[in-house]
């Protein structure tokens, strides 16, 4: 079986997609952790191949492979692609070959999902989307599926992609507009949920402007040189991750602000394992839930994925 782009998202529904996230992480499941290799490519920038192993022992055995070519740019072709290639466990035969780019966006913007349904006021009503790539376009109507989200705003510093986005909502019924420069802080300031996938190297969102019972959704920083937000917004936070392990490695989300010494290891307060099996209830187990700022960084794990490629070879089979 082979999955396109478009039959991954047909196949992968955001409330079934999120379930089989919060049940992946109850499960005895086997993830080593991801595979890097240098490429060299003649002529070009040396290239990066990510493995992202996971398996479930005697039912699903799945590997992503993601190929970085930063010399693609040159050549007007995309500089990432990605398959995943799920197997049976028990045999070892091949199921499916899924096209990766989607399947890796569409579980990302679920795992932020099933944080917010953790983590989030449950009367959440205002969001500010920061960023207007393939990513926000799925992390929108994937938080929209877990909260009465009403009113979304939309900054990226290309101004011209935010109205691009803020249009193709109004056109689906969403009450979406783009925000300047200029609006972003007080924008900021008003939001109940803020959700930022950039490739941003500078804080763009400051712990000043988080509000009493505001979420702060983490998604675009995947190296130790990426950040989206402040120290002082990982001070005044509830911090909580996908995995605890993996993120004090690989996010200067986390690693920046411990090497400023603005916070230390002991405020993550919680990963997907403790919160999906009952651990840890979330915004419910703070002092004081109503007023209690909450920051969720993610930073992707192949567990996420195995869940993800189960579920669109069980819904396609």
């Known amino acids: 079986m082979q999955l396109n782009q478009n039959q991954v998202q047909d196949a992968l529904p955001w409330q079934p997609l999120i379930d089989a996230l919060r049940t992946m992480f109850t499960r005895d499941v086997v993830?080593?952790?991801?595979?890097?290799?240098?490429?060299?490519?003649?002529?070009?920038?040396?290239?990066?191949?990510l493995l992202m192993p996971a398996w479930l022992p005697g039912e699903y055995l799945g590997v992503k492979q993601v190929n970085v070519f930063p010399g693609n740019s040159a050549k007007n072709l995309p500089g990432l692609s990605s398959n995943y290639l799920l197997s049976c466990g028990q045999t070892g035969q091949l199921l499916a070959q899924i096209d990766g780019n989607e399947l890796t966006a569409r579980r990302t913007a679920a795992a932020s999902a099933l944080a917010s349904s953790y983590l989030s006021r449950e009367d959440s009503r205002t969001m500010l989307m920061v960023g207007?790539?393939?990513v926000a376009r799925r992390l929108i109507p994937a938080h929209m599926s877990v909260r009465p989200l009403d009113t979304?705003?939309?900054?990226?510093?290309?101004?011209?992609a935010a109205k691009q986005l803020a249009t193709e909502l109004r056109d689906r019924g969403i009450n979406a507009s783009a925000c300047t420069d200029a609006e972003l802080e007080s924008v900021a300031r008003e939001a109940d949920l803020?959700?930022?996938?950039?490739?941003?190297?500078?804080?763009?969102?400051?712990?000043?402007?988080?509000?009493?019972?505001?979420?702060?959704d983490l998604v675009g920083s995947f190296t130790p040189t990426m950040r989206e937000a402040d120290n002082e917004a990982m001070q005044r936070a509830a911090l909580f991750v996908d995995v605890k392990a993996a993120a004090l490695v690989e996010t200067g989300e986390l690693i920046l602000p411990?090497?400023?010494?603005?916070?230390?290891?002991?405020?993550i307060l919680a990963g997907f394992a403790e919160l999906c099996s009952g651990a840890h209830t979330g915004r419910a187990a703070l002092a004081a839930p109503d007023t209690a700022i909450t920051a969720f960084k993610s930073v992707g794990d192949s567990r996420e994925d195995l869940a993800a490629a189960v579920l669109a070879y069980q819904q396609m089979a």
């Open 31 to 49: 993830s080593p952790i991801r595979h890097h290799h240098t490429l060299s490519v003649p002529e070009s920038p040396d290239a990066t191949l």
């Open 132 to 134: 207007a790539g393939r």
């Open 152 to 160: 979304i705003h939309i900054w990226d510093i290309n101004q011209a």
């Open 194 to 216: 803020i959700s930022c996938a950039t490739l941003s190297t500078t804080p763009i969102i400051k712990g000043a402007w988080l509000k009493p019972g505001a979420h702060l």
């Open 258 to 267: 411990i090497q400023d010494g603005a916070i230390d290891e002991s405020h």
